[in-house]
């Protein structure tokens, strides 16, 4: 997600949504976020017959993500007993849309509320080629880095694959592009095109839920994103990189943003555990295990920590035999922020000279900075206000 340089002249749009949400049914299973293989066996549990489970799992798939139906009643190929049977066993429920937000630029912000009032954000940002969402995978962080604002938050709790992949349904709900009845979901404009695990949260340190919730999204009968428009951003826990190429297979990124273990060990503590050279170990397998094109590395522009020209060249010296491109950040500022942004000459020399280089080294366009949507910015409203003074603090 990117920032923009100043508040825009406009003011921004703030409502909440009036799309109905159903809450947690006790005794009710959610069918949201199970893999193909734990919805059969939850419906063999029901009692569907098993030698019927794998085809009325199969469309049941397609009613939830092909189609974004959530009442049993509509799933007209399905008999109507059988509808009664699954509404008294299941539901399909997605998180909460607490708030919504627009920005001057048309980027979308959505306060999402999740089971045990916790919440966490989920941005959509609209391109003239594009739609990416940048999703959440745990409420707060451990990671601390020291830039970021979200890092100022404590990790509350990992998110289930049902809240993950629900910030995608959610979004397509309000977007309003889920098939109309009759049509083929590729006939319909794509509006959320792309997914980034860019949000609250490292994707890495909830594998599994992740893993699942990106299945779900990549299946050509469901929501139909192929792993190449799915982008993954960690911080570098290196154990999980093979894993994610093995058992996931989209594109990679990595918070970067510095070139000796000295300056990342304070931007990104995780690096004392996980240095440099060790990190860069593991991407050079990545494109090979999982046939990526390419590694993003992001890099914040900070003004005097990592943006001088031997930064540069440092940059291009250790990536060099990796498949990579370079995206430069200029750094989102917000309350209590230790940080400044690198002055636009200094982000454009720094990116010349890795352009020269032969890498492609884009300065992010700024999107979402008035709704604090913007890259390092998100911080659920509910830890705010539960700790106001430190959130002004940090």
């Known amino acids: 997600m990117t920032a923009a340089a100043s508040a825009p002249a406009t003011p921004i749009t703030q409502d909440l949504l009036t799309l109905p949400r159903k809450p947690a049914a006790e005794g009710l299973v959610n069918l949201v976020g199970l893999t193909r293989d734990a919805l059969r066996a939850a419906l063999i549990d029901a009692g569907t017959p098993e030698k019927q489970a794998r085809m009325r799992a199969n469309q049941l798939w397609q009613w939830i993500y092909q189609k974004g139906v959530r009442d049993f009643a509509d799933m007209t190929n399905l008999a109507k007993p059988y509808r009664a049977e699954l509404s008294e066993a299941f539901e399909i429920r997605v998180p909460e849309v607490a708030r919504r937000e627009v920005s001057a630029d048309g980027t979308r912000k959505y306060l999402v509320r ?39 938050q404590r990790l509350v709790r990992n998110l289930t694959p049902g809240e993950i992949i629900g910030q995608v349904m959610l979004a397509r709900d309000d977007l309003g592009e889920w098939p109309a009845p009759g049509r083929n979901p590729k006939d319909e404009t794509r509006l959320l095109s792309n997914i980034v695990l860019m949000g609250m949260g490292e994707p890495l340190y909830n594998f599994e839920a992740v893993r699942d919730a990106m299945k779900i999204a990549m299946d050509p009968e469901g929501i139909q994103l192929s792993r190449r428009r799915i982008t993954l951003s960690t911080s ?38 996980w240095p440099i050279a060790d990190l860069l170990d593991a991407l050079r397998a990545y494109p090979k295990l999982s046939n990526s094109e390419r590694i993003t590395f992001e890099y914040v522009m900070l003004k005097d920590v990592n943006d001088s020209d031997a930064d540069a060249r440092r940059l291009i010296d250790l990536i060099r035999g990796i498949p990579a491109k370079i995206n430069l950040i200029p750094f989102n500022e917000w309350p209590g922020a230790p940080y400044q942004r690198s002055d636009q000459v200094r982000i454009k020399r720094f990116a010349d000279i890795i352009y020269k280089a032969g890498y492609a080294a884009p300065i992010r366009t700024p999107r979402g900075e008035d709704i604090m949507a913007a890259c390092g910015q998100l911080k659920s409203d509910s830890e705010r206000a539960r700790n106001p003074r430190r959130a002004a603090a940090k």
């Open 114 to 152: 999740i089971d045990g009032g916790h919440e966490v954000e989920t941005v959509y940002i609209p391109e003239a080629d594009r739609g990416t969402l940048c999703i959440s995978s745990q409420v707060g962080c451990t990671l601390t880095c020291s830039f970021c604002h979200t890092g100022t």
């Open 236 to 273: 570098g826990v290196v154990p999980e990189i093979a894993r994610t190429a093995e058992e996931i297979g989209c594109m990679l990124a990595v918070s970067f943003h510095a070139t000796t273990d000295e300056v990342r060990d304070k931007l990104v503590p995780i690096n004392k555990r």
